[in-house]
């Protein structure tokens, strides 16, 4: 009569026998977990990767090297050599073509100057926040996903319940468990991806703010060079 | 116009792969942690029926009953009288005869000499005879005494003998007896194990077509209280109903019109799976029913 009476209640069992939306909901889950947590190694590996390159290029630029032998250095290894020394290379080499054609008036050189650096700076500060915004939708909608597969499965569960005249705990202990494990899974793809875009747009302000007062103090420099000569 | 060649551009760090392996890693943990450390099944404890002992049988096997030793016969204790101590000899009562005054004749003195001598003789002689019959009487007592002994021993020995063989006789029977109780008790605990189970069976599909029934029962207006019908269903082996009668009524007709209507709209009704069990249901169900429980 009641054959829910005596199951188990594995988790492979609950996730198995759970209806087909409830189903598809947590395979989606399933998807942005999985996708969130590969985002949140990449965006770490990236960041870390970030923060130690514009560590080095700080300590080797305001070390008091030579700057032209520095660009030719860097422009050979652009790839490798980091946000902040590509917004570097991209402004000296502005610089040195202004300087050819524009002779010496300063504003020019300046303003083209701090424009490809603007652009160069742009372009990696979005390379640097790409996949955040997955992070974000992730984390404020995979509960609502997740919430929605259970409400549907309690559904069901009591619809079940409906077509018996006795209605126990026993009947609908188990739909019940099954639509719980959605909301379980939202909240475990939720979770990780809201930590993740919160530390990592932090960590990406930062890097932002050192590139900017770098843009600041290299244009003085470079404005320097020129009002001396 | 020439678009630049050295147009910047930045390049993605070759890390894809392995923060995809990482992110299955973490979820491959996720799964571990849910299955082993949550326990997911939940056992149902089998019915236990109980039997009440006024005594409980002895489940190991009984220590020999220290067997009751006899105390062994003490034939040194019983320790017979000593022998007669034989009086000593009574001292020749003589001395205050013997120093006379030198100055007696010496005939006298021979004769009272000749007296003393006989005197010392008789007095040996009776002292010997006396020592010979206390040494008769010592070994005569002796002899008794050493039959008696051997008798009590042969006693004693046949009594122990006796009484060995029946603590055996006594330890077997109790081993025997305690090996029959302990098989009543065995079958008796399968049985009602067995009895407890169909009762719990019958039982539970009791509850079921009870369930059954009264979802099905519509309750006519003026029914008050909660009345019992009783009915006598007969089945089909399948749970088919054949037909429905009223055994007792309930004393409103149109309630027990209901009741039947609602057997029979119940067709079929659950039956358990058990033949013994099935046999209270099968061919004919005796059904109390009430509208509320």
């Not at chain 1, 949140?40 to 390159?53: N, T």
């Not at chain 1, 619809?159 to 609908?172: F, I, K, N, Y």
């Not at chain 2, 997911?40 to 029926?49: G, I, L, Y």
Request: charge should be neutral.
């Amino acid at each position: 009569m009641n054959p829910e009476l005596d199951q188990d209640l594995s988790l492979l069992n609950l996730v198995l026998h759970a209806s087909v939306p409830v189903q598809l909901v947590m395979a989606l889950l399933l998807v942005a977990s999985l996708m969130s947590w590969w985002f949140i190694f990449i965006k770490l590996f990236a960041l870390k990767r970030a923060q130690r390159l514009t560590d080095s290029f700080e300590r080797e630029f305001w070390g008091g090297g030579d700057i032209s032998a520095m660009y030719q250095r860097v422009a050979a290894e652009r790839d490798s050599a980091g946000e902040m020394a590509r917004i570097f290379e991209a402004g000296f080499r502005e610089f040195m073509k202004l300087r050819r054609q524009a002779g010496q008036n300063v504003n020019v050189i300046m303003d083209g100057t701090r424009r490809a650096m603007r652009a160069t700076f742009q372009r990696e500060l979005d390379s640097l926040e790409s996949h955040l915004s997955f992070l974000a939708t992730v984390g404020s909608v995979s509960p609502y996903v997740g919430l929605f597969g259970t409400v549907w499965g309690i559904m069901i569960a009591f619809m079940g319940l409906s077509s018996v005249a006795q209605a126990t705990l026993a009947q609908v202990a188990p739909g019940i468990a099954e639509a719980l494990i959605a909301t379980a899974m939202g909240l475990f793809a939720a979770i990780p991806a809201v930590v993740g875009y919160n530390r990592y747009t932090h960590d990406i302000d930062r890097l932002a703010n050192r590139m900017e007062s770098f843009m600041e103090e290299f244009s003085n420099i470079l404005q320097r060079q020129i009002t001396t000569k | 116009m020439n678009l630049p060649v050295d147009a910047p551009f930045a390049p993605r760090p070759a890390t894809n792969f392995a923060a995809g392996a990482l992110a299955v890693g973490v979820h491959a943990l996720f799964l571990l942690l849910l299955v082993v450390g949550v326990s997911w099944q939940t056992q149902h404890p089998a019915p236990v029926m109980v039997d009440v002992w006024e005594s409980l049988p002895q489940l190991q096997k009984p220590q020999p009953v220290p067997a009751v030793q006899s105390p062994p016969p003490q034939p040194k204790a019983a320790k017979p009288p000593q022998p007669v101590k034989v009086e000593p000899p009574p001292k020749p009562a003589l001395k205050e005869a013997a120093p006379k005054p030198p100055d007696i004749a010496l005939e006298k003195k021979k004769a009272e000499a000749e007296k003393l001598k006989q005197l010392k003789a008789m007095q040996a002689a009776e002292d010997k005879a006396l020592a010979d019959a206390a040494r008769a009487e010592a070994d005569a007592m002796k002899k008794a005494r050493d039959r008696e002994l051997a008798e009590q021993k042969k006693r004693d020995l046949l009594r122990q003998m006796e009484e060995e063989e029946l603590m055996q006789r006594m330890i077997d029977e109790d081993a025997a007896r305690e090996a029959r109780v302990a098989k009543d008790a065995e079958a008796r605990a399968a049985a009602g194990r067995r009895q407890a189970e169909l009762a719990g069976m019958v039982g539970e599909y009791r509850n079921q077509i009870s369930a059954k029934v009264r979802g099905n029962t519509r309750l006519p207006e003026n029914l008050q209280g909660s009345p019992e019908v009783r009915c006598a269903v007969r089945l089909l082996p399948t749970g088919e109903v054949q037909s429905v009668k009223i055994t007792r009524s309930s004393g409103n007709p149109a309630y027990d019109d209901a009741v039947v209507r609602a057997i029979q709209k119940s067709s079929p009704l659950p039956l358990p799976a058990d033949r013994d069990a099935r046999a209270a249901f099968v061919p004919e169900l005796s059904f109390v029913h009430r509208p509320k429980e």
